[in-house]
DNA sequence: TGCCAGGCCTTCC
DNA sequence: GGAAGGCATGGC
């Protein structure tokens, strides 16, 4: 038992689906302890285990722990009331949100989330995982936690002499130059990331498609999973898919991206990007069915 | 073997 | 401004 064990107590939070959902790739499920995981998050490594309303936590950093936690995983916000506000939607952001309650979308470090969603694009999520892994590795910061060496995403300044191609070599593919070029303009200070939280969507959507690498899709993530921008609608293949079953069958697949856009816009609102998740990760699991 | 993956860039109209 | 093609790599 580790000295730095807290215990948190959760509302409306399913860890599981949280970090399964798709936005974070630096967690990974511990085997043989039930509902539990180990990830590498901004400064630190986190055990987090749930037991129903019950956060078990355990770093190998004592500092702020608590705060920590309840910034990354969005803890302070009333998901409850969210979640209750979305499911009178419709009857399928209804059954959506019935099916994976308790997702909640993350906090996590801006610069991380920039190259790691420059990395998704195009890619698989084992293979993102591992690129992002192979990079921590190679140039990240080691840190030791129950015995073992783990690696803090590096920074912007630990990249700074990184080639195309010793980003190649960890795995990245024809991503190597975004973030080659990426890394350049954040070192420049292209973005300001004190000043992130005083823009707007728009504003910061802009900037950020100023980037290599970051089209559309990618920044919304972003803005999503790292910003606290919940009024964005990301949209990729499935969710594409998913839109295509629930709200456009009559296009028969010739819908566009606009037109997914708008409807989010007009129906979801400022909630776009919770409603996105449920949606998204039902999707994926077959939760709900391709017909 | 061919297709797909949390798309974006470039080129060409 | 929109459409089409190319792009690394691993899994199936």
Known sequence: MLLNNIEIKVDCFNLKYTLECGQCFRWEKVEDEPNTFIGVI???????????????????????????????????????????????????????????SG???????????????????????????KSIKTISSKYGTKVMFEGKEYYLFPTKEQLKDVTSQEYRDC?????????????????????????IDNLSTEELRKELLTLKGVGPKVADCIMLFS????????????????????YFREYKGKMTKKDIIEYADKNFGKYSGIVQQHLFYNIREGKIKLS
Not at 104 to 128: A, G, V, W, Y
Request: with cysteine.
């Open 171 to 195: 795995g990245v593919g024809f991503r190597d130059r975004y973030l080659k070029s990426t890394v350049e303009d954040m070192l420049n200070n292209k973005i300001d990331i004190n000043n």
């Open 42 to 100: 901004h400064d630190r490594v986190l055990k987090v285990k749930q037991d129903g309303d019950t956060l078990y936590i355990s770093s190998n950093k004592e500092e702020n722990l608590e705060d920590v936690v309840r910034k990354y995983f969005d803890l302070d916000k009333d998901y409850r009331s969210i979640e209750k506000i979305i499911s009178k939607f419709d009857k399928n952001v209804e059954k959506a949100v019935k099916n994976t």
């Open 103 to 129: 997702i909640r979308h993350l906090k996590q470090d801006f610069f991380e989330t920039l190259l790691s969603f420059i990395i998704s694009s195009n890619n698989n999520i084992p293979r993102i995982s």
């Open 227 to 246: 910003c606290n921008k919940d009024d964005v609608f990301p949209i990729d293949v499935w969710v594409e898919r998913v839109m295509s079953i629930l």
